[in-house]
């Protein structure tokens, strides 16, 4: 009934009159992760189809700013203009290169892409991603993992439940120090025996300097795609800064963004984010759900999901306008 009522709102013309009355104040950061050719259920994605509807809705309705021009203007107390938006990427995949690349230089449209670094120039994915691929390939009907304190077990004989198993499973090994989720992920590579070569990859140093020259805007997103809180301080501090140093000598020029993988409250802290600031970076994107506006941590800005295929959905989701009274609690 909600969606029905939502789907009525926008195509009657009313949520387009309520996009063009709003305040300023505050800014939306929309987060994407792969923009595909086709439905990818085991990926966090956009279709190319989709994204394009989303950049048209956004270049006609928003002011879409560059986030590190955002962030200064919130740092410097600066009104923040009307249906402020700006744009990101996570985990920079080749297919944000070949499908949404396209789409912004079209529309002139600044965006940031963060990027992990120790993955650039190699046949290296996040662990998430291959995990998924895993799932989606195998022609296994279950798997059991041996734990300190018992086995877990996972089964599924169809396509609901394997996504349903996935999901259960890549929580349970995003909950797991680093040391433990590496044995586990060779242990499921192993069990699930799948000999297909995962056509997925990460842009390539003159992908992401094309890119750059255009306009593109990157981050630093860790070398190895650690949750920072599951590995010891000192890596942690290494992982942060080394993809800063990493990703500067790509670009030739200084790099001041930073995005927390995985990136909810608890994936960082305020350690990490003194870490963050230590090493010279002027922010942090977090994957905590939300706007911003004046009274925001810019070391944890909050950032809004873009995976929904309605267009209609993705609008409302795009009107709310009032951050937390205070920024939301991060603990380790």
């Given at each position: 009934m909600k969606k029905t009522l939502v789907r009525m709102a926008f195509y009657s013309g009313v949520l387009r009159t309520w996009q063009r009355v709003r305040r300023g104040g505050f800014f939306h950061v929309l987060m994407y992760h792969h923009?595909?050719?086709r439905e990818e259920p085991f990926l966090p994605h956009v279709t190319r189809k989709v994204f394009a509807r989303q950049m048209r809705l956004v270049?006609?309705?928003?002011?879409?700013?560059?986030?590190?021009?955002?962030?200064?203007?919130?740092?410097?107390?600066?009104?923040?203009?009307?249906?402020?938006l700006a744009l990101t990427f996570d985990d920079e995949y080749e297919d944000v290169y070949r499908n949404a690349f396209p789409l912004l230089r079209e529309y002139r449209l600044p965006a940031t892409v963060f990027i992990t670094t120790g993955c650039v120039d190699t046949e290296r994915i996040p662990?998430?991603?291959?995990?998924?691929?895993l799932f989606r390939?195998?022609?296994?009907?279950?798997?059991?993992?041996?734990?300190?304190?018992?086995k877990e077990t996972f089964s599924w004989t169809d396509r609901a439940s394997r996504l349903a198993e996935f999901r259960r499973l890549k929580s349970?090994?995003?909950?797991?120090?680093?040391?433990?989720?590496?044995?586990?992920?060779?242990?499921?590579?192993?069990?699930?025996?799948?000999?297909?070569?995962?056509?997925s990859r990460i842009l390539n140093r003159s992908e992401i300097r094309e890119m750059a020259e255009a306009g593109v805007d990157f981050g630093a997103h860790t070398v190895n795609h650690p949750i920072l809180t599951r590995i010891p301080p000192r890596t942690a501090r290494e992982e942060i800064e080394r993809s800063k140093i990493d990703l500067e000598e790509i670009l030739g020029r200084e790099v001041t963004g930073f995005c927390y993988p995985n990136g909810e409250a608890g994936d960082f802290d305020e350690v990490i984010e003194g870490m963050v600031r230590h090493v010279g970076y002027e922010?942090?994107?977090?994957?905590?759900?939300?706007?911003?506006?004046?009274?925001?941590?810019?070391?944890?800005?909050?950032?809004?999901?873009?995976?929904?295929?309605?267009?209609?959905?993705?609008?409302?989701?795009?009107?709310?306008?009032?951050?937390?009274?205070?920024?939301?609690?991060?603990?380790?």
């Open positions: 923009v595909t050719d270049r006609n309705h928003y002011r879409v700013l560059g986030l590190e021009r955002l962030v200064g203007m919130m740092k410097r107390g600066e009104p923040i203009p009307a249906r402020a662990w998430t991603d291959e995990l998924g691929f390939e195998t022609e296994k009907s279950g798997l059991e993992l041996e734990r300190e304190g018992g349970l090994l995003k909950s797991v120090f680093e040391e433990e989720r590496e044995e586990l992920c060779r242990e499921i590579r192993r069990r699930l025996a799948v000999t297909k070569k995962n056509p922010y942090a994107c977090s994957t905590v759900d939300g706007v911003n506006d004046s009274g925001t941590d810019p070391y944890a800005l909050r950032r809004t999901w873009t995976s929904e295929p309605s267009l209609s959905l993705f609008a409302a989701r795009l009107l709310r306008s009032r951050p937390p009274a205070s920024p939301p609690p991060v603990t380790g």
